[in-house]
């Protein structure tokens, strides 16, 4: 009888071992720790900070952009699912969801901060998912040096969580807002589908929380009551 229960022991040893070797959690941030997520983000325009385990962006200016640092992502990255939870608070538009970012991004008229050492190296290369964009009445993907996605018609209500996600491969993305696909680019293969993501407003104040990046094999094992099952968990429950 002991040897049977140390045999169901080892076996369910064993399988969480296979399950957290075959996730992929790339990235994640959850805003709980500001020192921590200060070394996570390079924001290279506008007025941000963490706060009330969040990250906002205060200033109504346009371009107001932050990116994942150099310590926190990897080049080789081209297939990754990215999601994201916003909110906006105030101003003429909504969310800038940026992906597939390389070199330095597009000033746009202001004098951007220092970018991360690895992307002053590359050329350029931006996508963003504008969600509410041109006076908040329609919604796509736009870039410097890839494919936009067609127009749809989402807008952004203030003070309403969404949640945001864009799935990522060598070839193409897919875009999905609150649970919900909205929209599909195919045969989109610049740069092999690389570069890193990033949070932005324009012309607006909003806030973010629960970022996380994960492979094709999905990140780690989820609880019934929406918690990822490991010390890696972070999502916030009840929202």
């Known amino acids: 009888m002991k040897r049977y229960g ?13 399950t957290a070797a075959m996730a992929q959690l790339y990235f994640e941030d959850n805003f709980d720790n500001a020192n921590k997520s200060e070394d996570k983000w390079v924001p290279l325009w506008g007025e941000w900070e963490f706060k009330d385990k969040e990250y906002h962006q205060l200033s109504n200016d346009s371009n107001c952009m932050s990116i994942v640092s150099d310590d926190f992502w990897d080049e080789d990255w081209n297939e990754y699912t990215y999601e994201v939870r916003g909110n906006k608070t105030s101003g003429a538009e909504g969310f800038l969801i940026m992906f597939r970012c390389q070199g330095p991004m597009e000033p746009r008229g202001k004098a951007l901060k220092e970018h991360p050492p690895r992307m002053q190296k590359q050329a350029r290369l931006e996508y ?3 969600l509410g964009g041109w006076g908040n009445t329609t919604s796509k993907v736009e870039s410097w040096g890839g494919v936009a996605s067609p ?44 570069g890193r993501v990033g949070v932005a407003t324009w012309s607006t104040t909003a806030r973010y929380e629960d970022v996380l990046v994960y492979g094709p094999d999905g990140p780690l094992p989820v609880n019934p009551k929406g918690k990822v099952a490991t010390t890696w968990g972070f999502l916030k429950a009840g929202r």
């Not at 140390?6 to 040893?13: A, H, M």
């Not at 897919?174 to 909205?182: A, I, P, R, S, W």
């Open 6 to 18: 140390i045999f169901v022991l080892l076996c369910c040893f064993t399988f969480g071992i296979a």
């Open 128 to 130: 963003w998912w504008n």
């Open 151 to 194: 127009n749809t018609n989402h807008t952004i209500e203030t003070g309403e969580w969404y949640s945001i996600k864009i799935v990522n491969t060598p070839t193409s993305y897919t875009l999905y807002l609150n649970d919900e696909k909205v929209g599909e680019t195919i045969n989109d293969a610049t740069r092999d589908g690389v």
